[in-house]
């Protein structure tokens, strides 16, 4: 038994010293990675911390906060429905909560000018969806003169599309999240 716990032990020890060479092989030959802000931290800051920065540049109301990363650089993208209805996406360093960007949807933006006859504001089209799906409401948008809002509740997600001159369902989806 003492034979197999020794021979164990070394097996052990020569397998970790194996790995720490290699370990400091492969360090010294890495180039080191830049850090652009002397203030950045390891820790990364909250999604609520990011809402936070995101409103302070827009204001309305938070339809969607996720996690992104592009080119080793990792942000929150917080898409707000701003008081005019229209969607503006902002994205939030996670490390410092900088704005990085700010994107108006030109969809948005070209509705207006389209001869929709969208006669049912936003909260109408809400409340008519809140009858036929659960949980929360992640994003409302306007687009060729229709209501298309995202519910979820836990798992389960809902797009519902709101018909915006009279407010009849159009389309109806009911799907499980396999995360």
């Known amino acids: ?3 197999k ?12 010293g194996g790995a720490m060479s290699a370990g400091a092989l492969t360090n010294n030959t890495e180039t080191p990675e830049v850090t652009t802000n002397s203030t950045a931290s390891n820790e990364q800051k909250s999604s609520k911390e990011a809402e936070e920065a995101a409103k302070e540049e827009i204001s309305g109301e938070v339809t969607k906060i996720e996690k ?6 990792v ?3 917080v898409d707000i429905l701003d008081e005019d209805g229209k969607n503006i996406e902002v994205e939030v360093d996670a490390n410092t909560a900088e704005i990085l960007k700010v994107d108006r949807d030109d969809d948005d933006r070209d509705e207006q000018s389209k001869n929709y006859n ?5 909260e109408e089209a809400v409340s008519i969806a809140e009858n036929e799906a659960e949980g929360n409401l ?6 060729d003169g229709h209501y298309e809002l995202e519910f979820r509740d836990g798992n ?11 407010g009849e369902i159009i389309d109806f989806e009911k799907d499980r999240d396999e995360d």
């Open 5 to 16: 716990l020794v021979t164990g032990g070394i097996v052990g020890m020569v397998l970790l």
């Open 118 to 122: 969208v006669t049912i504001d936003r």
């Open 1 to 3: 038994m003492k034979k």
């Open 156 to 166: 389960i997600e809902y797009e519902i599309k709101v018909n915006g001159e009279n």
């Open 75 to 77: 942000y929150y993208e």
């Open 138 to 143: 992640k994003e409302v948008k306007l687009d």
């Open 68 to 73: 992104d990363e592009d080119d080793g650089r």
